[in-house]
Structure formats: C-alpha cells, structure tokens
C-alpha cells in the first residue's frame, strides 16, 4: 500500500523508518513543516522503501496514497485530520486529537459518522505486557479488581518550549496512562483526584504545570486506579501498571530493563541496562501499532483506538488539571457539561 507521512520530527520520523520496514507498505509520501526535515528523512529512508516529498499537507493527501499518518505539532492535528477524513481516507493521528478539549469536542462533531477509520496514537495498548494484562482482566483470573497503579516516569524533563504548549503533565503524560487503565481494565473513570508538585526546573511552574503527579482514578465499578507520573526519572523511562485482585496480582514491566535498583542482599533482579526513553521501551509497541494501521486500511480490522477512545482519555486529563488547580475530587460529569 502506498502512505502518507505528515510531519517529521522526532515521532514522525521515528514512523518513517519503522513504516519503511514493513513489508505491506510499497511506497511512502513524506512532508514536514520544515524541507531540510523532509528531504533528510525521504533520503534516509529511501534505499528501504520507495519515498515521494511533497511540499504540503493537501498535495500529500492528493497525491494518491490509501491512508495517512499524522504525526504533526499539535495544533495542526484537527485541521490535518479533518481534511484527511475530508478526503475519504484512513487517518492514523498522534495524540491528542486536539490541543484543547474544546477544539476536540467540535471535530468530533464534525467527523461524527465518518470516523471508523480513524485510528488514534496509543502505543501502550499494543504492548505485549499490556495486552496480556487486559486478557488475564477479561478471563477473570485476577478476580475483582481493588488496585490498580499506573506509572510513567520520565528520564529527563522536556525543554521549556515544549512544556509551554504541552498543555501540562495530565494532558501530555497521565494520559496515557488514564487511557491503560481503561482498556486493560475494561472501566469508565467516575472521579478524580490529582495533586502535583516542582522541586525541579522552574520552567514548569512558570506555565502553571507541575513536574511530578499523581491521581487516584476511581473507577464505576469501585477499583481503585493510582496514576503516579514525573518528568525526574534519571535512571531510566519507567512505564509499569500494576493490576492487584481479588485472586491474583499481576504487573506489566518487570523486565531487566526496569530503571530500578534494588538494595536487598544477594538481588540482582533487574540485571540491565535499563529502558532510556519511551522508544527504546515501547519499540515493539509502535511496530505492531502501525501495522494495525495497515490493517484498518486494507480494511481487515476495525480501529484499534477510536476517537472515542482519546476523548475518554482527554476528558480524564481535564478532570485532574481541574482537580489539582482546585484541590478537590471532581466527577467526570462535571468537566463533559
């Protein structure tokens, strides 16, 4: 199949070079906000798989492909999808689907009815640790639910440039993490409490963000979800959940590569090197993500990650920003009305 690539930074063209790799995807069409961008990336990845620049966002979508990828600054994300949709074609976006909840609410709106094909970037939920969590949850082995805790703790923070337009630490990291305990779990978030602090940067605070968090979910069938997130993780990218019941408990990864020291005599568990960012830890994640992709275009599966999905997720991330600025639990009825 032939596809569209919007946007080459550093997740786009990480997208590049596994979409070269797949061995479905015959051609690629590239284009970046920047030309060096683009034609840096078509040449790297050019020997692999055959590569055509174009020099917009519309001219790609014209230019014949079966599906695009949207991978773009945030802000272009609801034009670029709309138009893609427009456009009658299978449509992977990065998220979040929009950098306000607002913009968010009114392209759904506008997509409603023409959105099966949309398929929204939410890597975890193509981890093989993750997708066994959600089996061993369906199949009941666990028993009922009590406790579930969500990590992602990152090595380092962002640059201040990028924390500025994030949109915070529950819209730009919790989330991913509000959106696993949905999925593995299979529940809806009924209310939130969040709370969060800065001993690092002052950058975060500057924006009215915060570098560490954390945010008890509770879920509608009474479980208990804590999301613990930072962006002062030097050992490594820390991405756990812990899932504890009523039979079983059970936690996604504890592998060598777990950025944790243990200090109990005779332990070496884990042995090492530890996981330094999210694309060395969720690499085979982001593969079997864009080959479902491919499997939504050819029509073979429905999308794995809709965009009700990403609103699920998005509306929880309003709830704690709204939580930790009021220090108060808020239902998430209150931040949909």
Known sequence: MRLGLIGLGRIGAFHARTLSELAVVDSLVVTDAVPETTARVAAEIGSRVSTEVA????????????????????????????????????????????????????????????????????????????????????????????????????????????????????????????????????????????????????????????????????????????????????????VRLELHGSRDSIAVGLDDGLPLRSVEPGVAFPAGPPHSFFMDRLAPAFRAELAAFTALVAGERPSPCTVTDAMEAGWIAEAATLSRLEHRPVRLEEVRS
Request: proline share 6%; hydrophobic share 40%; glycine share 10%.
């Open 55 to 238: 020099d917009s966002p519309a001219k790609l979508l014209a230019a014949g492909v079966d599906g695009v990828l949207i991978a773009a600054a945030t802000n272009a994300h609801p034009e670029l999808l709309l138009a893609a949709v427009d456009a009658g074609l299978p449509v992977f976006c990065e998220k979040p689907i929009a950098g306000d909840i607002n913009d968010a609410v009114e392209l759904t709106r506008r997509i409603a009815g023409r959105d099966e094909r949309v398929q929204i970037g939410y890597p975890r939920r193509f981890d093989a640790g993750y997708a066994a969590a959600r089996a061993a949850v369906a199949s009941g082995e666990l028993g009922w639910l009590h406790t579930v805790r969500a990590t992602t703790l990152d090595p380092a923070p962002p640059p201040p440039a990028y924390v500025a337009v994030s949109g915070g630490i529950f819209r730009d990291c919790s989330v991913h993490d509000f959106d696993a305990v949905r999925w593995v779990t299979g529940r809806e978030v009924v209310e939130v409490y969040a709370v969060g602090g800065n001993r690092g940067d002052k950058s975060f605070a500057e924006v009215g963000d915060v570098d560490t968090a954390a945010t008890t979910l509770t879920l509608d069938d009474g479980t208990l979800a804590l999301v613990s997130n930072t962006r002062y993780n030097p050992r490594g990218y820390d």
